[in-house]
């Protein structure tokens, strides 16, 4: 998880790196120092890929976490800053301030789309774009085609695409209240057309866990996926246990109706979700257990479903050193850990859970550390 909040308190950046193996829970693999220039909590992010170019003309594979927005010290200023992990300072500024924005990896990992979010005084329905390139990153978005403006005004709302093609998006909190709304759109094909209204939720939702996980294949090697809606704060403002999904069948063909899966184990709000590549295993992770005393965990739950029908929540041993909220994390591929930081060091690593969390907290400046947790 990027930054985030412990019990009444805003965490800023961190500067360790630290390599987990769940299996065999082992301890510290590495560490690499790095910092941010402030307390960020509510940010988005991604893992883009870039194929940078050496003097030789190779072409090589690197995976470079991404972070953007937020709220800048203590809660009060929504953040522009994008940050890449390695890098001193910021990388980009985002067009304008977005806090509780929601972000996804499209165009097969070379370009970040960043939806709404909140400026502190207005909730926004415009988008940024960080474009990928063998020269690093950038905001130019001259060469695209698309539109993807999200439907309607929101923040802290879940943003999903499947097969690199239909966006969903689902629940959020906008200047009227809570939503419990769906829509899809193709973003390759079709979004001119904008986006299409699908069922709602029975749950009105916001800041809640979500995730896009595949299903087992049937017998003739069907393969189903399943939008997850998992906790998060009502129109109330109370925290939820409930669980929603909707199937989305061969072809991407949508149900016509959420039904409620499984309850998480604690209701949660405010937790940072990720699946793996393979979209079998969604992660959530720390998250609000009560509002009324900032109550946050450090426990990360798996969920995933053989079929629609047949889904299960299951506590992971390994917990998060501090307990927090509002954060971002990652799943790397299997790739090595050179692939993410440069310092000549080659140490293979499996799939991996990546998340950001400090090592101290305060006004002053505090460390960020990033968490890869071997899947395998």
Not at 129 to 156: C, K, P, V, W, Y
Not at 212 to 227: F, M
Not at 334 to 355: F, K
Request: aromatic share 8%; hydrophobic share 40%.
């Amino acid at each position: 998880m990027t930054t985030g909040e412990t019990a009444k308190e805003y965490i800023g950046a961190t500067d360790v790196i630290k390599v987990w193996n769940l299996a065999a829970q082992e301890s510290n693999c590495y560490y690499s120092e790095w910092h941010t220039e402030a307390l960020i909590s509510g940010a988005t992010g991604g893992l883009l890929r870039i194929t940078p170019i050496d003097q030789q003309g190779s072409r090589s594979i690197s995976y470079v976490p991404i972070f953007c927005g937020g709220l800048r010290n203590g809660n009060v200023e929504p953040e522009t800053m994008c940050y890449q992990l390695g890098l001193s300072g910021h990388i980009r500024e985002l067009t304008s301030k977005r806090s509780g924005a929601a972000s996804v990896v499209i165009d097969n990992g070379q370009a970040m789309w960043i939806t709404g979010g909140f400026d502190g005084a207005i909730y926004s329905e415009t988008f940024d774009m960080i474009i990928a390139d063998a020269n690093g990153m950038s905001f130019d978005t001259s060469s695209l085609d698309r539109e993807l403006n999200l439907a309607q005004a929101m923040a802290h709302h879940c943003l999903e695409v499947i097969d690199q093609s239909l966006a969903i998006l689902y629940g959020g909190h906008n200047s009227t209240g809570v939503a419990s709304e769906s829509w899809t759109m193709d973003i390759n094909t079709s979004w001119k057309q904008g986006w299409q209204s699908r069922a709602s939720m029975t749950v009105a939702r916001y800041n809640h866990a979500c995730g896009v996980i595949k299903t087992s294949p049937t017998a003739n090697n069907a393969v189903s996926k399943v939008v997850a809606a998992a906790g998060g704060f009502t129109s109330q403002t109370l925290i939820v246990d409930s669980v929603e999904l909707l199937s989305v069948g061969p072809g991407n063909v949508i149900s016509q109706a959420w039904i409620f899966g499984p309850k998480m184990p604690v209701s949660l709000a405010g937790t940072a979700s990720a699946t793996t590549k393979d979209q079998t295993l969604l992660f959530v992770a720390g998250g609000i257990k009560a509002v009324e005393l900032f109550e946050v965990t450090n426990s990360v739950f798996t969920f995933q479903c053989l079929d629609i029908d047949n889904c299960q929540w299951t506590k992971m041993d390994q917990e998060l050193r501090h307990a927090r909220a509002n954060s971002v994390a990652f799943v790397f591929p299997p790739i090595s850990i050179d692939d993410i930081r440069n310092d000549g060091v080659e140490q293979e690593m499996d799939e991996s859970i990546c998340s950001f969390f400090d090592s101290a907290s305060g006004n002053a400046k505090s460390n960020r550390i990033i968490s890869c947790h071997s899947l395998y």
